[in-house]
């Protein structure tokens, strides 16, 4: 019995077109907000290269959460993606990056983020890794630097 309800919905499904957004009121202004994503705090443009590479190209489904707010009054959507082995600290440092970045009101989506780890550039796995697991108790942001030209934003951590 289930299959033929499946079969009944696939069928419905291909041969009717079904939309079910399309005909809803809004639905088009909704589509026109302007879509800001964040993972682990951070927007999605400026995550470094090896971070994606080593860390979130490996994630499942299961691995995140997200959430969504939807600012009418700015028409933006923000798009807030966690995972599960980003703890405090991380998310603390990515936080506080976009706040002075928010400040100094320079384009983020032309930005990428360098971390310097404990005098050391992030560079492998294990790197990242360590980062990802740094506790807000225990860390000190040293300083953070931002050169337009070259598109980098530099953040010096120290782990105590």
Same mark, same amino acid.
């Given at each position: 019995?289930?299959? +033929? ?25 909704? *589509?026109? +907000? ?8 951070? $927007?999605? !443009? ?6 994606? $590479?080593?860390?979130? /190209?490996?994630? !499942?489904?299961?691995?995140? @959460?997200? $959430?969504?707010?939807?600012? #009418?009054?700015?028409k933006r959507r923000e798009v807030h993606v966690r995972t599960k082995k980003a703890k ?6 990515? @936080?506080?990056?976009? /706040? ?14 360098? +971390?310097?780890?404990? *005098? !050391?550039?992030? @560079?492998?796995?294990? /790197?990242?890794? $360590? ?6 108790? #225990? ?17 010096y951590v120290i782990d105590q």
């Amino acid at each position: 019995m289930k299959v +033929y309800i499946y079969l009944i919905l696939i069928c419905l499904n291909v041969f009717c077109r079904l939309n079910a957004q399309t005909r809803i009121a809004g639905n088009e202004q909704y *589509n026109s +907000y302007e879509l800001c994503i964040y993972v682990d705090n951070l $927007s999605q !443009k400026s995550i470094p290269d090896i971070f994606v $590479s080593t860390y979130y /190209d490996k994630l !499942k489904t299961s691995d995140f @959460k997200i $959430s969504q707010v939807i600012d #009418s009054i700015h028409k933006r959507r923000e798009v807030h993606v966690r995972t599960k082995k980003a703890k405090d600290g991380f998310l603390f440092v990515n @936080k506080y990056i976009m /706040d002075h970045v928010t400040n100094l009101n320079c384009e983020l989506g032309k930005m990428k983020v360098l +971390y310097i780890y404990n *005098n !050391k550039e992030v @560079k492998t796995k294990e /790197d990242v890794m $360590s980062v990802l697991r740094l506790r807000k108790k #225990s860390i000190q942001i040293s300083e953070i630097t931002q050169d337009e030209q070259s598109g980098l934003i530099t953040v010096y951590v120290i782990d105590q």
